[in-house]
């Protein structure tokens, strides 16, 4: 059996190909947004041909998914992208990067796209990636979520599990 999780087939990880991840602060407020629209996938029983997971501030964690095996990769996170707060957009890493030259994209200081550029480096096999992108009212060291982005909380599910496939 293998040790390298890029050769690693199905058979040795979940039969599942396809992957909804949130990645979040729970204690940053609208932080906390890509962990909680997970929650409320899994909450609500919509997690069918595809798996949701919560990998919080573990982003190295998301190599582990980066497989020959996986099909595609949601990730929904806060992304300060100058809208106003509760908009959402998606986009992949590659239209991050440049975007990010030009207008000032953000998703965790670009912590998300380091480890992505890590896995190119190592020659990780990288699935179809996009990123749901929601923008924050606030990020701050407080527990919850702001008005604006709960109010839309279905939205975010209903874009998440339609951008999966589900």
Same mark, same amino acid.
């Given at each position: 059996? !293998?040790?390298?999780?890029?050769?690693?087939? !199905?058979?040795?990880?979940? %039969?599942?190909?396809?992957?909804?991840?949130?990645?979040? $602060?729970?204690?940053?407020? =609208?932080?906390?947004?890509?962990?909680?629209?997970?929650?409320?996938?899994?909450?609500?029983?919509? =997690? %069918?041909?595809?798996?949701?997971?919560? *990998?919080?501030?573990?982003?190295? $964690?998301?190599?582990?998914?980066?497989?020959?095996?996986?099909?595609?990769?949601?990730?929904?996170?806060?992304? %300060? /992208?100058? !809208?106003? @707060?509760?908009?959402?957009?998606?986009?992949?890493?590659?239209?991050?990067?440049? +975007?990010? +030259?030009?207008? $000032?994209?953000?998703?965790?200081?670009?912590?998300?796209?380091?480890?992505?550029? *890590?896995?190119?480096? /190592? $020659?990780?096999?990288? @699935?179809?990636?996009?990123?749901?992108?929601?923008?924050?009212?606030?990020?701050?060291?407080?527990?919850?979520?702001?008005? +604006?982005?709960?109010?839309?909380?279905?939205?975010?599910?209903? &874009? &998440?599990?339609?951008?999966?496939?589900?």
């Amino acid at each position: 059996m !293998s040790t390298d999780p890029r050769q690693e087939s !199905s058979s040795q990880h979940d %039969q599942c190909c396809r992957y909804l991840i949130g990645i979040g $602060n729970y204690s940053m407020l =609208d932080d906390s947004i890509g962990i909680r629209v997970i929650e409320a996938v899994v909450e609500r029983e919509l =997690d %069918q041909g595809f798996r949701a997971l919560d *990998l919080s501030g573990n982003l190295l $964690n998301l190599l582990t998914y980066f497989r020959a095996d996986v099909d595609q990769i949601v990730v929904v996170d806060s992304t %300060q /992208m100058g !809208s106003a @707060p509760g908009t959402y957009r998606f986009f992949t890493p590659d239209l991050v990067r440049s +975007e990010k +030259e030009l207008g $000032n994209f953000s998703t965790h200081e670009g912590d998300m796209l380091k480890v992505v550029e *890590l896995a190119r480096q /190592m $020659n990780y096999p990288i @699935p179809k990636l996009s990123i749901l992108g929601i923008e924050p009212k606030e990020i701050c060291d407080q527990f919850g979520l702001s008005l +604006e982005l709960k109010q839309k909380m279905d939205e975010y599910v209903l &874009a &998440a599990v339609e951008a999966i496939g589900a």
